[in-house]
């Protein structure tokens, strides 16, 4: 394109500018625009390519070089790198007082931390005791045994009726009886006279209640135990392993027993059984068989008849009631053909200890099993299992008609242990039978429970039968009593932990031996009338004192610790200090022996009720104990919360001041072994106890003279070096309540100024205005104590005090 044709395209853009009016109009000239164009190359070529791009770059961005350009060129580096001024010397003074200020106050920090670490922790104790003794109700609640179906009974509970009706015994006329003799017996232990036996006392008493079957119950218990005295140094249950006489006793038992009622039905028959003779066991079986069995009901039977009386039914009967002579006779009056049993039964009533011999045992059990098993005769089968201890399986359903003949017959077929034939029946052997494959579903024992009782306790399993007997209300009490006389004789085999449940079976023992914890049942008996009648409660946790608990303590003085806090009649229990310093008896002084007394329980209840927060309480507790560091300690504790408080009727400050009043009456002439600092601190808070109330009866002046005596409050600058020393060897306690004090003072420093104020008469009294300033002095010696006294005050404490002061100005 040549110029001539852009001339023409730039007049023709100007003509067209000049009709537009939304462009401004450019007055310049094609030479200016030349010109102007000719001095931007010039200045591009002179500042070469990357300061062109510089400005683009920047000017895109809405920067302005040039000017940033001069700015940079106006600044002056000259003074950059001069030296700095020196540093000032350290503050060494400033620098202590903060460290000193920062160690107080971490101090203080570290003191509010570890004390609400402290409660928290206390509280949590706390909690947790509280859900212990929740748990210990619940398992006393669940009272099944640990091993089968559980029965939880509602426990009695206590109600508002106890409290208002305090002296109403909770025992009935059964409990009430039972625990007579148990206050007899322990009377008897007590003195050191010879121990009666318990199972005949408390048999005896059962008789006046009228009841078969609780009769039947202690007869059974009579029976088995009578035996020889066992080790008292070894474990009952293995005693009780060892011993054979429980075997001939139940069978003992369960002969007599039947004998009873062989004579019950021959009595009922006199004219049709026609027993005649000299009375006898024999004559006695021979009418009875006689009574029982005729032409019509032989069928079956074997052999020879004695008398017209068969064989073998004879031979039965005078084994089931225990007379092997009679059976003998019977025998040899069968005729021939049993040498061999007649041998046996000579031997057994010849050598009664030593067993039978093995080889006539031996072709007894060989002529049953080859002609005797399948034989008609279901009394011959029988009295051949007897005797020679064989087929333990035979049930003799037709001979065996009731629980005891059953039982009778089992018993009879135990064979001493052995673990070389599974043939012989051993007394273990039959007690798993009784407990776990039969147990208590098999004997119907919810509708016959003394039937099921029977059953295991002549089966030696004491520990089973007086837990199934105890978790009815109808028989708990009884089973409380048989627990404590098995318990006394030795009997009674305990758990390794009081805390185990109420039958709890140990790895150690054999099976299936069961362990019973009589503290936990004796706790469980106790528990809904220890309030009402506290005297029968410590009865029976008397049973208790040769047990320990986990921390290992006698488990009668917890008991007794218990009972006290939860009856609160310390004085009932433990008796009540006398103001000559003696102690009137109380229900635990029958107690006293070398193991503990009445200091002893008292003092386990005082710590226990101050790990409560119980501090008034164990006061009492911890005076009857002889501690009275402890009492004088935890009654300073306690004053020093309420001293300054104005006394109300019946209020904790009022009994406080009472008890202290006691306290410092009995120390008065008397020595007491105490710590200095503890009498030092109670004496100061009896003074502290007038001083306020004077200063809330508004004797001011009094008030004042007992400040005076104690020498905590400077009254005058003099005293203010005085006063300082003296708060420095103070408790905690005082310094606790010393802000109230220095305020208590300064209140009645005011209302003096304010009295002596108000006598202004306008005429000059140079006295009144003496007074005036002497008042003055007090309250600046005060406020000087308060800002000097090494404690931190109560945030509004030294303002209160230095209000008052600008006052009396």
């Given at each position: 394109?040549?110029?001539?044709?852009?001339?023409?395209?730039?007049?023709?853009?100007?003509?067209?500018?000049?009709?537009?009016?939304?462009?401004?109009?450019?007055?310049r000239t094609i030479s200016q625009v030349l010109q102007?164009?000719?001095?931007?190359?010039?200045?591009?070529?002179?500042?070469?390519?990357?300061?062109?791009?510089?400005?683009?770059?920047?000017?895109?961005?809405?920067?302005?070089?040039?000017?940033?350009?001069?700015?940079?060129?106006?600044?002056?580096?000259?003074?950059?790198?001069?030296?700095?001024?020196?540093?000032?010397?350290?503050?060494?003074?400033?620098?202590?007082?903060?460290?000193?200020?920062?160690?107080?106050?971490?101090?203080?920090?570290?003191?509010?931390?570890?004390?609400?670490?402290?409660?928290?922790?206390?509280?949590?104790?706390?909690?947790?005791?509280?859900?212990?003794?929740?748990?210990?109700?619940?398992?006393?609640?669940?009272?099944?045994?640990?091993?089968?179906?559980?029965?939880?009974?509602?426990?009695?509970?206590?109600?508002v009726l106890n409290e208002t009706f305090g002296s109403?015994?909770?025992?009935?006329?059964?409990?009430?009886?039972?625990?007579?003799?148990?206050?007899?017996?322990?009377?008897?232990?007590?003195?050191?006279?010879?121990?009666?036996?318990?199972?005949?006392?408390?048999?005896?008493?059962?008789?006046?209640?009228?009841?078969?079957?609780?009769?039947?119950?202690?007869?059974?218990?009579?029976?088995?135990?009578?035996?020889?005295?066992?080790?008292?140094?070894?474990?009952?249950?293995?005693?009780?392993?060892?011993?054979?006489?429980?075997?001939?006793?139940?069978?003992?038992?369960?002969?007599?027993?039947?004998?009873?009622?062989?004579?019950?039905?021959?009595?009922?028959?006199?004219?049709?059984?026609?027993?005649?003779?000299?009375?006898?066991?024999?004559?006695?079986?021979?009418?009875?068989?006689?009574?029982?069995?005729?032409?019509?009901?032989?069928?079956?039977?074997?052999?020879?008849?004695?008398?017209?009386?068969?064989?073998?039914?004879?031979?039965?009967?005078?084994?089931?009631?225990?007379?092997?002579?009679?059976?003998?006779?019977?025998?040899?009056?069968?005729?021939?053909?049993?040498?061999?049993?007649?041998?046996?039964?000579?031997?057994?009533?010849?050598?009664?200890?030593?067993?039978?011999?093995?080889?006539?045992?031996?072709?007894?059990?060989?002529?049953?099993?080859?002609?005797?098993?399948?034989?008609?005769?279901?009394?011959?089968?029988?009295?051949?299992?007897?005797?020679?201890?064989?087929?333990?399986?035979?049930?003799?359903?037709?001979?065996?008609?009731?629980?005891?003949?059953?039982?009778?017959?089992?018993?009879?077929?135990?064979?001493?242990?052995?673990?070389?034939?599974?043939?012989?029946?051993?007394?273990?052997?039959?007690?798993?039978?009784?407990?776990?494959?039969?147990?208590?579903?098999?004997?119907?024992?919810?509708?016959?429970?003394?039937?099921?009782?029977?059953?295991?306790?002549?089966?030696?399993?004491?520990?089973?039968?007086?837990?199934?007997?105890?978790?009815?209300?109808?028989?708990?009490?009884?089973?409380?009593?048989?627990?404590?006389?098995?318990?006394?004789?030795?009997?009674?085999?305990?758990?390794?932990?009081?805390?185990?449940?109420?039958?709890?079976?140990?790895?150690?023992?054999?099976?299936?031996?069961?362990?019973?914890?009589?503290?936990?049942?004796?706790?469980?008996?106790?528990?809904?009338?220890?309030?009402?009648?506290?005297?029968?409660?410590?009865?029976?946790?008397?049973?208790?004192?040769?047990?320990?608990?986990?921390?290992?303590?006698?488990?009668?003085?917890?008991?007794?610790?218990?009972?006290?806090?939860?009856?609160?009649?310390?004085?009932?229990?433990?008796?009540?200090?006398?103001?000559?310093?003696?102690?009137?008896?109380?229900?635990?002084?029958?107690?006293?022996?070398?193991?503990?007394?009445?200091?002893?329980?008292?003092?386990?209840?005082?710590?226990?009720?101050?790990?409560?927060?119980?501090?008034?309480?164990?006061?009492?507790?911890?005076?009857?104990?002889?501690?009275?560091?402890?009492?004088?300690?935890?009654?300073?504790?306690?004053?020093?919360?309420?001293?300054?408080?104005?006394?109300?009727?019946?209020?904790?400050?009022?009994?406080?001041?009472?008890m202290a009043a006691d306290f410092r009456e009995r120390?008065?002439?008397?020595?007491?072994?105490?710590?200095?600092?503890?009498?030092?601190?109670?004496?100061?808070?009896?003074?502290?106890?007038?001083?306020?109330?004077?200063?809330?009866?508004?004797?001011?002046?009094?008030?004042?003279?007992?400040?005076?005596?104690?020498?905590?409050?400077?009254?005058?600058?003099?005293?203010?070096?005085?006063?300082?020393?003296?708060?420095?060897?103070?408790?905690?306690?005082?310094?606790?309540?010393?802000?109230?004090?220095?305020?208590?003072?300064?209140?009645?420093?005011?209302?003096?100024?304010?009295?002596?104020?108000?006598?202004?008469?306008?005429?000059?009294?140079?006295?009144?205005?003496?007074?005036?300033?002497?008042?003055?002095?007090?309250?600046?010696?005060?406020?000087?104590?308060?800002?000097?006294?090494?404690?931190?005050?109560?945030?509004?404490?030294?303002?209160?005090?230095?209000?008052?002061?600008?006052?009396?100005?």
């Amino acid at each position: 394109m040549d110029f001539n044709s852009l001339l023409q395209q730039a007049q023709r853009l100007t003509n067209e500018t000049q009709n537009s009016e939304e462009l401004p109009r450019v007055e310049r000239t094609i030479s200016q625009v030349l010109q102007a164009t000719q001095e931007l190359h010039s200045r591009v070529t002179q500042t070469g390519a990357q300061d062109i791009q510089a400005h683009i770059l920047l000017g895109s961005k809405g920067i302005d070089l040039p000017k940033i350009s001069q700015k940079l060129e106006a600044l002056n580096a000259r003074k950059t790198f001069e030296p700095l001024d020196p540093i000032a010397d350290t503050d060494v003074r400033s620098f202590l007082k903060n460290e000193k200020e920062n160690a107080i106050l971490s101090m203080i920090e570290e003191v509010n931390r570890s004390t609400f670490e402290a409660a928290e922790k206390r509280r949590w104790e706390c909690v947790r005791n509280e859900w212990q003794q929740e748990k210990v109700k619940l398992l006393n609640s669940l009272i099944g045994p640990s091993q089968n179906w559980i029965d939880i009974q509602k426990l009695p509970e206590q109600t508002v009726l106890n409290e208002t009706f305090g002296s109403r015994s909770c025992l009935n006329r059964i409990e009430m009886a039972y625990a007579r003799e148990v206050y007899e017996y322990n009377t008897a232990i007590i003195k050191g006279a010879f121990r009666p036996n318990l199972i005949q006392k408390f048999a005896k008493v059962a008789e006046s209640f009228e009841d078969q079957k609780v009769t039947e119950i202690w007869e059974i218990m009579k029976y088995m135990v009578n035996i020889a005295p066992v080790s008292r140094n070894r474990d009952p249950i293995q005693n009780r392993t060892q011993i054979t006489q429980f075997i001939d006793q139940a069978k003992k038992y369960l002969e007599n027993r039947y004998k009873l009622y062989m004579s019950t039905i021959i009595s009922s028959n006199l004219r049709e059984a026609q027993r005649g003779g000299v009375p006898s066991t024999f004559n006695l079986v021979s009418s009875f068989v006689g009574l029982t069995f005729n032409q019509s009901n032989c069928f079956g039977l074997q052999d020879a008849s004695i008398d017209n009386k068969p064989l073998w039914p004879m031979v039965y009967y005078c084994l089931r009631c225990g007379d092997v002579q009679s059976a003998l006779r019977c025998m040899q009056m069968g005729g021939a053909g049993h040498e061999d049993f007649i041998q046996v039964l000579e031997d057994k009533i010849n050598k009664p200890e030593q067993k039978i011999n093995s080889k006539l045992e031996g072709q007894l059990k060989l002529h049953y099993c080859n002609k005797i098993k399948n034989s008609t005769d279901p009394y011959k089968k029988a009295v051949y299992c007897i005797i020679a201890g064989c087929d333990i399986n035979e049930q003799h359903l037709e001979v065996a008609k009731t629980t005891d003949d059953f039982l009778w017959i089992q018993l009879s077929l135990l064979r001493p242990e052995s673990h070389d034939n599974a043939e012989v029946l051993t007394y273990s052997g039959l007690q798993t039978m009784i407990l776990e494959k039969y147990g208590e579903k098999h004997f119907n024992a919810s509708e016959q429970r003394h039937l099921y009782f029977q059953v295991l306790a002549l089966t030696g399993q004491f520990e089973a039968a007086i837990e199934f007997l105890a978790r009815t209300e109808q028989y708990r009490t009884h089973a409380v009593h048989i627990a404590l006389a098995l318990n006394e004789m030795f009997l009674i085999g305990g758990p390794r932990n009081v805390q185990e449940p109420l039958l709890s079976v140990d790895i150690e023992d054999p099976m299936p031996m069961r362990r019973l914890n009589i503290a936990r049942l004796v706790m469980l008996y106790v528990k809904k009338f220890e309030v009402t009648d506290p005297a029968e409660a410590l009865q029976y946790y008397f049973f208790l004192r040769n047990l320990k608990d986990p921390e290992g303590r006698n488990l009668f003085l917890v008991c007794v610790s218990d009972l006290a806090i939860e009856c609160r009649n310390y004085d009932l229990i433990f008796g009540k200090m006398q103001p000559n310093g003696i102690m009137s008896g109380g229900l635990f002084e029958q107690f006293d022996c070398v193991e503990f007394d009445t200091r002893t329980a008292a003092g386990m209840a005082a710590e226990e009720l101050v790990n409560k927060g119980m501090f008034e309480d164990a006061i009492k507790l911890f005076d009857i104990a002889s501690m009275q560091n402890q009492s004088l300690r935890y009654l300073a504790i306690l004053l020093s919360q309420v001293v300054h408080q104005s006394s109300k009727k019946d209020s904790l400050r009022e009994r406080l001041t009472i008890m202290a009043a006691d306290f410092r009456e009995r120390m008065r002439g008397n020595r007491i072994e105490c710590d200095p600092q503890v009498i030092s601190t109670f004496n100061l808070l009896c003074e502290l106890v007038s001083f306020f109330d004077y200063y809330h009866e508004q004797k001011y002046q009094l008030a004042l003279e007992v400040l005076a005596n104690t020498k905590l409050v400077p009254l005058s600058m003099s005293e203010l070096e005085e006063c300082i020393n003296n708060f420095k060897r103070l408790g905690g306690e005082i310094c606790k309540v010393y802000p109230d004090i220095l305020l208590a003072a300064m209140d009645i420093l005011y209302a003096q100024y304010k009295s002596v104020k108000g006598r202004d008469t306008g005429i000059v009294d140079t006295g009144r205005d003496r007074q005036l300033q002497h008042l003055r002095e007090k309250a600046k010696a005060i406020t000087n104590m308060a800002a000097t006294v090494p404690y931190r005050m109560p945030g509004d404490t030294n303002k209160r005090l230095v209000q008052t002061e600008i006052l009396m100005h």
